[in-house]
């Protein structure tokens, strides 16, 4: 098992649909996070030209040349102004709540120099920056009931498709790299479908390609325009591109504040082998915030994955890195396959997944073999092996070690109740918290 330090990945895909979610500015304004670090990646010397409606100059910058994150995003702004009163009542909004870009701020603090470098590479306008502002508040975690989630709020499908890995144990739309690569090759996909228009891109990402495609075709069919604003289309998305282009326009005039985010990388991503086991240890738990990824303890890197570390505590993390377990392992629970047996009757006695069976065990589909052994995601030291005494019954052992009768049958391969004094039976305990 190595680390190695990781700058960026990418991948290009196609795809075409996504229904997302935004959040309500007003609560986040009574709600503050507290992060306090930034993603790196090596400085990226300049951006090429791009547009809006595909004929609008961006300014290249030297992202060196600027102490603060925000400023190195206001000097390369470059969607055309408007006065639609969507945007003009979006803008009074954020005059009247200074607060709220101060918490935003803390919170897009360790995303920020990651996504705005990562758009610089692509040659996209700076302005998708805020897409997650609204998308997510910058929440990593936020979670839509359309199933949406993460910074850049990607749905199941959409990240399938951009090649988010998603299992038992991790969600990769929760991760900054594999989200932030995602939702841009979405958006540049959208700006490629919609002809260069990158509002229309914008309210396709938010609503769907095919709304606003359709949307566009009625007025074409009715004679009228087809610019955004002019479109019939969800309230949600009708009031999500205004706001962005309300952020672009203080932002850009300096109406109001923007709390100050060094321009600089103090995040560094470690590069993980396959087979990597991750617990929910003490260690973890003080990198966790920064892996919001990894949901399910045990987790298994399926690899090559990262893990996100402050660089000025890389040199700390290395030992914790190298002594991390790798499959197989001892610790883990084994299981010889029976005569009659399947995955799913396997999973089901033992309380597991059969897709984590399947990814403990690198298993490509759900064949297996009498005789063979399967590495079950289950503790080892969870498992006790109980020698029946005098007076016991199926019932007493299940209620002195808090499990069910049915389990203690499934475990043991019993088809009745009768023990006999001497007999062993295998349980498996509660993980303790």
Same mark, same amino acid.
């Given at each position: ?22 959040? =309500? ?31 609008? %100059? ?87 009931? =359309? ?7 990607? %749905?199941? *499908?959409?990240? =399938? ?18 989200? %932030?690569?995602?939702? *841009? ?33 009625? /007025? ?47 995040? %560094? ?54 002594? *991390? ?36 065990? $690198? ?36 209620? /002195? ?8 049958? $499934? ?23």
């Amino acid at each position: 098992m190595y680390w190695a330090l990781v700058w960026h990945c990418a991948s290009v895909f196609w795809l075409s649909g996504c229904v997302t979610t935004s959040t =309500k500015e007003e609560s986040v304004v009574a709600n503050e996070a507290n992060l306090h670090t930034t993603i790196p990646l090596q400085p990226i010397p300049e951006a090429s030209p791009d547009s809006i409606e595909a004929n609008t %100059t961006i300014v290249p910058v030297d992202p060196t040349k600027t102490d603060d994150v925000w400023e190195r995003i206001r000097v390369q702004l470059s969607f055309p102004a408007s006065d639609h009163e969507r945007v003009e009542k979006r803008i009074e909004w954020y005059a009247n709540q200074p607060n709220y870009m101060n918490v935003i701020s803390r919170r897009a603090d360790p995303f920020l120099y990651y996504i705005v470098t990562e758009i610089e590479r692509r040659s996209l306008p700076v302005e998708l920056a805020l897409v997650p502002l609204f998308e997510s508040d910058f929440n990593t975690t936020a979670y839509s009931d =359309k199933r949406a989630s993460g910074l850049w709020q990607l %749905t199941p *499908l959409i990240a =399938k498709h951009y090649g988010v890995k998603m299992n038992s144990w991790y969600d990769g739309r929760l991760d900054i790299v594999e989200s %932030t690569n995602a939702a *841009l090759d979405f958006l540049t996909y959208l700006h490629q479908r919609f002809d260069g228009n990158w509002l229309h891109a914008i309210a396709a990402y938010n609503t769907g390609e095919g709304r606003v495609a359709n949307a566009i075709r009625r /007025n074409k069919r009715a004679g009228k325009p087809t610019d955004f604003f002019s479109l019939r289309l969800p309230r949600e998305t009708r009031d999500f591109v205004p706001k962005l282009l309300a952020a672009a326009h203080i932002l850009k005039h300096s109406t109001i504040e923007f709390p100050q985010i060094a321009n600089q990388p103090v995040i %560094t991503l470690a590069s993980m082998n396959s087979g990597v086991i991750i617990d929910n240890t003490s260690d973890w738990k003080e990198i966790a915030t920064l892996n919001p990824g990894y949901r399910r303890f045990p987790a298994l890197l399926s690899g090559p994955e990262h893990i996100v570390l402050r660089t000025d505590k890389t040199e700390e993390w290395q030992d914790y890195l190298v002594s *991390l377990p790798e499959m197989p392992d001892s610790q883990w629970k084994t299981y010889r396959i029976k005569r009659g047996d399947s995955l799913s009757v396997i999973a089901k006695n033992f309380d597991v997944s059969v897709a984590d069976i399947r990814a403990f065990n $690198q298993l490509t589909h759900s064949r297996i073999r009498a005789g063979d052994t399967l590495i079950l995601p289950i503790l080892a030291e969870q498992q006790i092996e109980y020698k029946v005494q005098s007076g016991d019954s199926l019932w007493l052992i299940a209620r /002195n070690f808090n499990v069910t009768v049915n389990k203690l049958k $499934q475990w043991n391969g019993l088809a009745q109740s009768h023990l006999n004094i001497g007999d062993t039976l295998t349980i498996f305990l509660e993980a303790n918290p």
